[in-house]
């Protein structure tokens, strides 16, 4: 006789907490089935339940999923989980914004609901506070290109954000303007450190076409970016100590501080501030 879904053992998640992404996100999901009154998605209470909240098979019926996928998801087994079908289980389970996000990191998929990854606008209010910043502050996209910036960081950056620029992509100006070399205090480290925060910052939409178009054109134009790709050097876009040669006020330091602004993940605001040894 064939065993069903409900007739196989289930892990004891007590005693394996989190063993396994797969399992990680089969207890998140679970918990937040028996989290899910029948009322609040306008099932009548029916007969009397075994389990708290909905069954496995209102949860399926609701996602439009078969019943015995949707019990392996909450199993922990390796199935595939498409961006689609993970969508739907969100709906479903009434998940805030926060637990849509967390569902959707646990099962290395990108949620379809993101803001468009080829947008290029930054909200109006983003803007306005860049504007209102003392201090040299910019917003980047996902392929790290300038949308909003202020006229503090437009004087510092010469050759990426001045009126001058053509190019407003972080990546292209470091790797391919002469400006960006005699700009930046040991270039090679930073550059190298750039490229790695770069990859760890795309991974997840490592293939989307302006991010695979940006690598591509870079790679085969500047044999550096191509070198320091090629290492697969991971790091953390961090703050820290950002030193420039600036062609009219000579040395300057600055501490980065980097913040993504909420509900708008796929934008970054940078601000640096003048380093303490720094200040006249």
Request: hydrophobic share 35%; net charge negative.
């Given at each position: 006789m064939?065993?069903?879904?409900?007739?196989?053992?289930?892990?004891?998640?007590?005693?394996?907490?989190d063993a396994t992404p797969a399992r990680a996100l089969g207890d998140f999901i679970r918990t937040h089935r028996e989290r899910l009154s029948p009322l609040a998605v306008g099932l009548p209470p029916g007969?009397?339940?075994?389990?708290?909240?909905?069954?496995?098979?209102?949860?399926?019926?609701?996602?439009?999923?078969?019943?015995?996928?949707?019990?392996?998801?909450?199993?922990?087994r390796p199935v595939s989980a498409s961006a689609d079908a993970l969508a739907r289980i969100a709906v479903a389970l009434q998940l805030s914004r926060a637990e849509r996000a967390y569902l959707f990191?646990?099962?290395?998929q990108r949620d379809p609901a993101e803001p468009d990854p080829a947008a290029a606008d930054a909200p109006a209010t983003l803007i306005e506070t860049v504007q209102l910043i003392d201090a040299p502050a910019y917003v980047l996209d996902r392929q790290w290109n300038a949308l909003a910036w202020n006229a503090r960081a437009a004087a510092?950056?010469?050759?990426?954000?001045?009126d001058g620029a053509r190019d407003r992509n972080l990546l292209r100006f470091t790797f391919t303007a002469p400006a960006a070399r005699a700009l930046i205090v040991d270039w090679e480290t930073r550059a190298r450190r750039l490229v790695a925060e770069f990859r760890a910052d795309t991974i997840r939409h490592l293939n989307d076409a302006p991010t695979r178009a940006l690598l591509d054109?870079?790679?085969?134009?500047?044999?550096?970016?191509?070198?320091?790709?090629?290492?697969?050097?991971?790091?953390?876009?961090?703050?820290?100590?950002?030193?420039?040669?600036?062609?009219?006020?000579?040395?300057?330091a600055y501490?980065?501080?980097?913040?993504?602004?909420?509900?708008?993940?796929d934008l970054k605001l940078v601000v640096l501030v003048r380093a303490d040894d720094a200040r006249g």
């Open positions: 064939t065993a069903t879904p409900t007739d196989l053992p289930e892990a004891d998640p007590t005693k394996t907490p007969p009397r339940r075994r389990t708290p909240g909905l069954r496995r098979e209102e949860v399926a019926q609701l996602c439009g999923v078969s019943p015995t996928w949707y019990t392996w998801i909450e199993q922990g990191e646990l099962a290395t510092l950056f010469v050759g990426w954000l001045d054109a870079l790679a085969a134009a500047n044999d550096d970016f191509a070198r320091f790709w090629a290492s697969q050097d991971v790091g953390e876009r961090e703050g820290g100590r950002r030193e420039f040669n600036h062609p009219r006020d000579g040395r300057l501490d980065q501080i980097t913040l993504k602004p909420a509900h708008r993940e």
